[in-house]
Every structure is written in C-alpha cells, then in structure tokens.
C-alpha cells in the first residue's frame, strides 16, 4: 500500500477523501479523475473520523474532519513517510420555510440512524399546504483540503431549487427525492449522474477545489 499511496500511476498528487460514503465517492472521483492522481476513502484506508462536527458552518465541519483524518495519517505507522493531501466535506439542506434547517445538523437530523426516507417524509409534512414561492431550497456543500505542510484550503457550491410536492426518483440519496429543480422540471434524483456533477453543490465545490490544488501542485 505504501508504493500505491506515495505515487500515483498518473505522478499526479494522492487524496484521502474523508469519507466512506461510496456514493459521495464516485461523483468525487468522476470530478477529480483530471486534476489528480487516485483518490482513496476511508473505508480503503481502513479508517474512521470519529471527531465531533461541532462547528456553525460547512466550512468549518469540513475542516475539522479533514485535520482529524491528517493527524491520524501521521500518527499511523502504516502511512509513515506518506503525504497524501487530506480533503473533507460537509453538505446539508437549507429550507427558506425552516430558518434555514436542517442545515448543518442535516445528517443527524432526526437522528443519525434516521432513514432518508423518513426524514424526507417529515419534510414533505412540515411544507405542506405552503405555496410553491416559498418552498426555496438550497443544497451547500463546502470542502476543506489540508496540504502536508498544514495549510487548508476552503472552497463552497450551491444548487438552488425547492422542495418538491412529493419524493420522486431513483438516482439519487439523501434529500435528493424531495429537491426540485425548476430548469430540469425534475428532483435530483431524477435526472442523472452526469447532469448532476455539473451542476451539483458537491461537484461545484469540487470542481472549485481541483483548480485551487492545480495552482498548489
């Protein structure tokens, strides 16, 4: 593994993406496959971020799973000499009609164990009787790379839309079902991957990063 994480077989630079979320994983690498060489989860790595997401923005979540994973790349005897480049996201659904939530807490919203289904279905049941005007939405991801000399970088996207009148869809996960998008005429889990790494929150900011780490590298 060591031979593998060092170098790329594009000589481009190493991502730890801290995450195992494998759906994340195939846009972030679909995204990324240009500007940098290969891109590893948590779950390849055989590690966990266990850190307490305590801060008030994305931003700042993003940034406190990014150093974590770092300091334990260090600290691993496995990785020792290794200096791959960390990054980390933190995404959530912003609802006009509710202040903003669930926002940050989108994820533990409900509950951590809470399914999406579940948590859609809440969502669909507060909105419900309100007009469409007020059904603005707004998916925000923001990523934090932190380089091997300590340094972090900070990007952000936004995908704007409403909630939907009912869950529709199959492509997606997450809040996904129940966001609508007005150009499409359909919610993000309607239309397909390739559309929704253009104009996604995640591959927005994502894309934003992979020209900041072409400036860095």
Do not use: Q
Not at 46 to 56: P, R
């Amino acid at each position: 593994m060591k031979d593998d994480i060092l170098k790329s077989p594009e000589n481009k630079a190493v991502i730890v993406f801290a995450t195992e979320n494998e759906n994340k994983m195939v846009e972030i690498r679909e995204i990324l496959k240009e500007a940098v060489g290969r891109v590893y989860s948590l779950k390849e790595l055989g590690l966990k971020a266990t850190a307490e997401e305590n801060g008030s923005t994305f931003s700042e979540n993003a940034e406190i799973k990014a150093r974590e994973i770092a300091e334990k790349l260090k600290s691993d005897k496995r990785f020792e000499g290794m200096y791959p480049i960390v990054m980390a996201d933190d995404s959530g659904l912003c609802i006009d009609f509710l202040g903003g939530a669930p926002g940050v807490y989108s994820a533990r919203w409900l509950g951590h164990d809470t399914p999406y289904e579940e948590k859609n279905r809440v969502i669909l049941e507060k909105l419900e009787g309100v007009e469409e005007k007020d059904r603005g939405a707004a998916f925000v991801c923001a990523i934090c790379a932190v380089l091997p000399d300590g340094r972090a970088l900070h990007t952000e996207g936004r995908m704007t839309g409403r909630i939907a009148y009912e869950a529709k869809g199959e492509n997606g996960f997450g809040y996904d079902p129940i966001f609508f998008l007005p150009e499409y005429g359909k919610t993000s889990s309607e239309i397909s991957g390739e559309e929704k790494n253009r104009i996604s929150h995640r591959g927005r900011a994502i894309k934003e990063m992979a020209r900041s780490l072409k400036e860095y590298l």
